[in-house]
């Protein structure tokens, strides 16, 4: 395997001193023993519940090629003889070693924010980029403080494209990230009421995810969701930030990016989609009108980047959703399938919307019903009982009528939805699972939506478990 790093580069970046016999190099960094990789180097990385230096002995263990570790915590490793790098901070030196990276870097950069689509915006782009080079993208959710600077340290010299996701729950904290991104597009995908909690309004959190107009390139984009109401706001603090080119996606007729027809089915969506002077069309693999949306955005950035808008466009066919954020499985019941759509990673009442829309379109057979298993939004803060109880309008909309609730916040819908939607309500997701479990039966269509604390992926690996998959997800036919 190459090396990410020499070690002479990873000293001089991270201002660390050495200790011992270091290797030539390193082949990747991890900051968890459990999944570090022989020839890896180990940052020692002090959380909130634990401290990677507790962890140092196994990291050798598991074949760490060399330890990154604090100054100050040196007499805690006792007799351990291994390569290290000591530094003041294992945090700090990992966003020097990132802003490294940044720096002798050739590759595109994009980075993603926004309320909701962060993670399948960026895995779509990982998809799609690599038809036409070499892509570096952030693990899972990793775009924090410390998600984000892992990621670029870990970005190879070599790639053409690299693609960062950047979070928040409150005010300042992109600003930092994306001044070490320094992307050359910078995209936001919605603006909706997640985190609502630690702000007063929408305004107020579409003027943090704004934040990343600063780290903008000289000379580079800001692609916007050009349906979204916060539009002329986010546009407007891109200017001031001093981005130049400001561009649009979706269906709205002054998109640069426009939708100009969608076709929506089960188990993907066909599109028509007019950039400029050209008309891209491309079947879409994953399904969802809020997926068509994301892709919108996908196919701008690939265009502001340079890359081969044909091959690109030819590659969103076998897109797929993923775990947790709309993955399909056919589970297998004695009688007849029963189709599952796990949603279970995340929530606020715009993917709500949108995994209810997605719920809707995908048919039942025989006797099949639709249901929902809904479980808390979190971090609303406030306005959590009135946008919990809010969802009862969309569910009645829509042509679901048999519905699981768990979580102390689900209670509010529960106590308005209308007696003609069977409802169950539960304290949570333990309480919930005998009740799923005997419920589904062959034709439903089950669809598990809700935020990662309430732990409802434990009802999704429930119904795996007792109906084994025929097949991971449904391919687009």
């Known amino acids: 395997m190459s090396l990410l790093w020499t070690t002479e580069a990873l000293v001089e970046a991270m201002g660390g001193r ?21 020839g890896n180097a180990f940052f020692a990385i002090k959380g909130e519940t634990m401290d990677g230096h507790d962890f140092a002995t196994a990291a050798v263990k598991a074949g760490a090629a060399v330890l990154v570790v604090a100054e100050g915590k040196l007499p805690s490793l006792g007799r351990l003889t291994a390569p290290m790098i000591v530094v003041q901070d294992v945090l700090a030196a990992l966003e020097k070693l990132g802003v490294a990276a940044r720096a002798r870097s050739k590759a595109k950069i994009i980075a993603v924010t926004g309320s909701a689509g962060k993670t399948t915006t960026k895995e779509a782009l990982r998809h799609v980029l690599s038809a036409v080079g070499k892509v570096h993208a952030s693990a899972q959710s990793f775009n924090n403080h410390w998600g984000v600077p892992l990621t670029l340290a870990r970005m190879p010299q070599d790639c053409n494209y690299a693609v960062f996701e950047i979070g928040m729950n409150h005010p300042g904290e992109i600003r930092p990230l994306v001044k070490m991104v320094r992307p050359h597009v910078a995209i936001v995908t919605l603006i909706a009421a997640a985190h609502l909690g630690f702000f007063k309004n929408l305004d107020e959190i579409a003027m943090a995810k704004a934040e990343i107009f600063e780290g903008i390139e000289p000379g580079g984009a800001a692609l916007l969701n ?11 603090m891109a200017k001031e ?20 027809a969608c076709e929506l089915y089960a188990d993907h969506s066909d599109i028509a989609v007019k950039i400029g002077k050209k008309d891209v069309t491309a079947r879409v693999g994953a399904p969802g009108r809020h997926i068509v949306q994301n892709v919108l955005a996908v196919l701008g950035a690939a265009q502001l980047v340079g890359a081969d808008l044909d091959k690109v466009a030819a590659a969103l066919a076998d897109l797929s959703a993923e775990r947790g954020r709309g993955r399909r499985h056919i589970l297998h019941h004695p009688s007849g399938p029963i189709t599952l759509i796990d949603e279970s990673y995340n929530a606020n009442p715009a993917s709500m919307a949108a995994a209810m829309a997605l719920l809707n379109a995908t048919p039942v057979s025989g006797e099949g019903r639709r249901i929902a298993v809904l479980g808390d939004m979190l971090e609303l803060g ?78 999704v690996e429930a119904l795996l478990g007792k109906f084994p998959a025929e097949a991971t997800t449904i391919e687009p036919t």
Do not use: C, Q
């Open 18 to 38: 050495p200790i011992g016999s270091l290797p030539e190099g390193i082949t990747g960094i991890s900051i968890d023993s459990r999944s570090l990789e022989p």
């Open 382 to 459: 406030s306005h959590s009982a009135k946008l919990h109880a809010a969802l009862a309008e969309l569910i009645v909309g829509t042509g679901t009528r048999n519905v699981f609730l768990g979580g102390p916040e689900m209670r509010a819908l529960a106590d308005v939805l209308p007696s003609d939607v069977e409802t169950e309500y539960r304290a949570g997701a333990e309480e919930l699972k005998p009740v799923v479990m005997s419920a589904v039966r062959p034709g439903d269509v089950v669809m598990v939506k809700s935020s990662k604390g309430i732990g409802f992926s434990k009802l």
């Open 226 to 236: 050009r349906d979204d109401p916060r539009w002329k706001l986010l546009g407007k």
């Open 241 to 260: 930030a001093g981005v130049e080119h400001v561009f649009g996606f979706g269906e709205n007729a002054r998109s640069a990016f426009r939708l100009a």
